[in-house]
T-cell receptor, first 116, second 109 residues
């Protein structure tokens, strides 16, 4: 099946710094990717939909200037958490739309972000 | 509003069978997904149902009734490694996934 690779798997950063998370589709071209965050013992929360070559669509309550999303190619989307704060500590997960079936079924491995 | 309901937690015995239910109310329907998520890991895809009926895949089966807004995931011959959270998600008319809160499945020896 399709593979989505996310990097890094874990990152610890200081408060006020920025962190970039990469999401790559390895064996298919993903015109759309999705970014989620998940707090402990809670379900996935969609943050934004990333569309190749255009601006991302952010969910209500998600600060687009804080969570910068770039989808410059059909195989790569990046999420940059700018000026990170401890409350941004979370599990961030990307997923890519399967172009063959037009369904969303493949997730990256996730990134555990800890802001100290 | 859109809503996905599934039990918060279930316990079952190794070797047994367990059924995890999911009911939904969404704006449109373009399929229902089940995912497995181990603690600290990303979800992994288990099944996709868009038509009524039962889909079987090894030890796991998924059932859908669109008229009832209902699905279940059936796990047979339970193994300890099946201890995980199971997430139900529905794709709405905008092809966005609406997620349930997940069911934590605890397997006991």
């Amino acid at each position: 099946g399709a593979v989505v690779s996310q990097h890094p798997s874990r990152v610890i950063c200081k408060s006020g710094t920025s962190v970039k998370i990469e999401c790559r589709s390895l064996d298919f071209q993903a015109t759309t990717m999705f970014w989620y965050r998940q707090f402990p013992k809670q379900s996935l929360m969609l943050m934004a939909t990333s569309n190749e070559g255009s601006k991302a669509t952010y969910e209500q309550g998600v600060e687009k200037d804080k969570f910068l999303i770039n989808h410059a190619s059909l195989t790569l989307s990046t999420l940059t958490v700018t000026s990170a704060h401890p409350e941004d500590s979370s599990f961030y997960i990307c997923s890519a739309r399967d172009p063959g079936t037009d369904t969303e079924a493949f997730f990256g491995q996730g990134t555990r972000l800890t802001v100290v | 509003g859109q809503n996905i309901d599934q039990p918060t937690e279930m316990t079952a015995t190794e070797g047994a069978i367990v059924q995890i239910n999911c009911t939904y109310q969404t704006s449109g329907f373009n399929g229902l997904f089940w995912y497995q998520q181990h603690a600290g890991e990303a979800p992994t895809f288990l099944s996709y149902n868009v038509l009524d009926g039962l889909e079987e895949k090894g030890r796991f089966s998924s059932f859908l009734s669109r008229s009832k807004g209902y699905s279940y995931l059936l796990l047979k011959e339970l193994q300890m490694k099946d201890s995980a959270s199971y997430l139900c998600a529905v794709m709405d008319s905008n092809y966005q996934l609406i997620w349930g809160a997940g069911t934590k499945l605890i397997i006991k020896p």
